[in-house]
């Protein structure tokens, strides 16, 4: 028998974990009336689709637990984007190994991609500009900036060995003949190249490398600590003697430079630099934290929230075009989990605090 | 017995107006002192000054024996100074043990090279201040928003006393609070001052400041004019003198208060405590 206490205690337990039975839901729903949804190629797509939300989101994830939002990362892909491809190409017409020209390219977006955060930091802290202005002003500046540098165009042909980076994966491996790293094996037959199975795009590598690092500095550190206080209370982490400013200045540059990751990973997938891409990313990106359990006030929120949030969009994404619904759909679908969201954690205190 | 916190003849004027006028004081290790006074008369200008948030015109700050300059709150924090506001500055987000912690956060190592935070060091040294203090909380790993307001100001006291605070200053420490909770925050002076922390309380609630304090100290328009021994006086005298219906012993301020003292009078006695900051502090 299972009394009154003990159905409310399992309610509050499922609400709290409405997110993952959503996703699971999603999953279940999509493996049904879908074809071949649950198939290993599908869920690296899904991987792959969600690599530039997943990026954007986790910078944002710092941003918003400490109250402030960053909206210049939507142009910010692009932004680093075209910077990236426009360094690869010229150092490849310059008669530069592609070795050397793909790493400067990378390097000089990644390290360029910090100016804007640096900016708005700067703006925020020092200057109290409200980061939703701040950012803003960014958003169009950066975007300003990615279409002078590519001249309006999109930047094609570079250099090879983006694609081969771009559209390689971490494993291959052919039941019973060949197993190997980054390279596909060699003196295969064309049978044998189609039955090779590909296993976790390098590209998704490369950004749940950065993700972990960032969410263990999040969840464990003493930098983690104190972005979580300031969300929590300014006046708090002022009067412990936090530096507070510098403090926002490092975190808006934490999100700066996972758009850049982000405008880099969207040269690598799709082998060209575009001033516009990525900023339809932007709302999936403030979403997937949202949905991740971060309040838009600060204080609370998780990178483990944040990628469930990301793979929800993700998985639903795919899902409508393995069904062949119009992806306009998805617009609608992430505006009403957004909305769902927001009034979960509105009412999930109530049920939480009806317990006590 | 040397004070530990002796100020002389400070003065602090805003513009034109003097808000504090010679003030001289002496706190005790241990003692619980009332700093009392009408809205303007100069308590919060003086702790202010006490705790490095304004600097005096004139006058001297002897804190453990030596002559001191508090330069800005920071500085008033290392040599041991606490005041708790009544907003309290804590993370609201943050559990207990965190709050305590708060920007000085014990690290251990991890694997061998990355510093992270160590919860099970700072969980069992919070808990062990908590105890001393007397201070029950449901549990530490809760959120101070989960708190009531009696249990965050204790919170708020631990971490001063933690970190090793000489001097506890109070404003209006149980303005906010239920009765139950009043007397817990009450209990908990007499627990610090019983343990050799001396506290500087401001409150309008005279009968709480009468059940901690052992001697008071009345100001009126930015001067002392007067100090009593708890056990030596009443009530009735106390608004008496703050209110100037009764002259002070060391200033003769007393012209032209009649007008304002009925209700001044009336304003005490009903303990209507949430009093509005003084105007002219903030300036």
């Keep these: ?356 | 017995m040397k004070p530990l916190l002796e100020v002389r003849n400070i003065t602090k004027r805003f513009g034109g107006l003097t808000a504090v006028d010679n003030m001289d004081m002496k706190i005790f290790p241990g003692e619980v002192v009332g700093l009392l006074g009408d809205n303007g008369a100069g308590k919060s200008t003086l702790i202010k000054v006490i705790s490095g948030v304004y600097r005096a015109n004139k006058g001297k700050i002897f804190f453990a024996g030596k002559e001191t300059r508090i330069d800005n709150p920071m500085h008033a924090l290392k040599i041991g100074i606490e005041t708790i506001y009544q907003d309290l500055a804590l993370a609201e987000n943050l559990n207990v043990y965190s709050n305590i912690f708060l920007g000085r956060e014990k690290l251990k190592r991890f694997l061998g090279l990355i510093k992270i935070l160590d919860h099970d060091y700072m969980l069992a040294e919070s808990r062990k201040v908590l105890d001393q203090l007397e201070i029950e909380v449901p549990s530490l790993k809760k959120q101070i928003r989960t708190l009531s307001g009696g249990q965050r100001q204790a919170v708020a006291i631990s971490r001063s006393i933690y970190w090793d605070a000489k001097l506890l200053i109070m404003d209006e420490p149980t303005a906010a609070l239920g009765v139950v909770e009043q007397k817990n925050v009450l209990n908990l002076i007499k627990t610090l001052s019983s343990q050799d922390i001396p506290v500087l309380i401001i409150s309008h609630q005279l009968h709480d400041v009468f059940s901690v304090a052992s001697r008071l100290v009345i100001m009126r328009r930015g001067k002392k004019i007067a100090e009593r021994m708890t056990k030596e006086t009443t009530t009735d005298e106390i608004v008496g003198l703050i209110v100037g219906s009764i002259p002070g012993d060391y200033h003769d301020v007393n012209t032209d208060t009649a007008k304002g003292s009925d209700v001044n009078r009336r304003h005490f006695a009903s303990k209507s405590g949430k009093n509005h900051r003084p105007k002219q502090n903030q300036g």
Excluded at chain 1, 98 to 119: D, F, K, N, R, Y
Aim: glycine fraction near 10%; proline fraction near 3%.
């Design chain 1, 1 to 356: 028998m299972m009394d009154k206490a003990d159905f409310r205690e399992i309610l509050v337990i499922l609400v709290k974990r409405w997110i993952l039975i959503f996703l699971a839901i999603e999953l279940v729903f999509f493996a049904v009336f879908g074809t071949n949804y649950l198939s290993l190629r599908n869920l690296q797509n899904i991987l792959l689709t969600s690599t530039v939300v997943l990026l954007l989101a986790t910078g944002q994830t710092f941003v918003i637990i400490t109250g402030g939002i960053d909206l210049s990362v939507g142009f910010m892909v692009g932004f680093s984007g075209v910077i990236c491809a426009k360094v690869m190409v010229s150092l490849q017409a310059a008669g530069i190994s592609q070795s050397v020209a793909v790493s400067s390219g990378i390097a000089v977006a990644l390290i360029l991609g910090l100016l804007p955060g640096l900016i708005n930091g700067l703006l925020v802290a020092r200057l109290r500009v409200p980061p939703f202005i701040a950012t803003f002003g960014m958003y169009g500046i950066a975007y300003g900036f990615a279409e002078i540098i590519s001249n309006n165009v999109p930047i094609h042909n570079l250099p090879t060995l983006v694609s081969s980076i771009g559209h390689g994966y971490l494993i291959y491996w052919l039941p019973e003949k060949a197993f190997t790293f980054f390279k596909i094996p060699e003196n295969l037959t064309r049978l044998e190249l189609q039955n090779l199975v590909p296993i976790v795009p390098n590209v998704t590598v490369i950004a749940f490398i950065f993700v972990a690092i960032f969410a263990f500095i999040l969840a464990k550190t003493r930098f983690g600590q104190h972005t979580y206080a300031i969300g929590g209370s300014v006046d708090a982490a002022e009067r412990a003697g936090i530096n507070v400013k510098r403090h926002l200045i490092k975190v808006y540059m934490i999100s700066s430079f996972f758009a850049s990751l982000a405008g880099v990973c969207y040269v690598l997938m799709f082998i060209t630099g575009r001033a516009p891409a990525g900023s339809a990313r932007l709302l999936d990106a403030v979403v997937a934290v949202v949905i991740g359990g971060a309040s838009l006030y600060g204080g609370t929120g998780s990178i483990g929230g944040t990628i469930i949030g990301v793979l929800i969009i993700g998985v639903l994404q795919i899902g409508l075009v393995n069904l062949g619904v119009p992806t306009y759909n998805l617009y609608i679908a992430v505006g009403c989990i957004l909305i769902l969201a927001v009034l979960v954690d509105q009412f999930l205190p109530k049920l939480v605090h009806g317990k006590d």
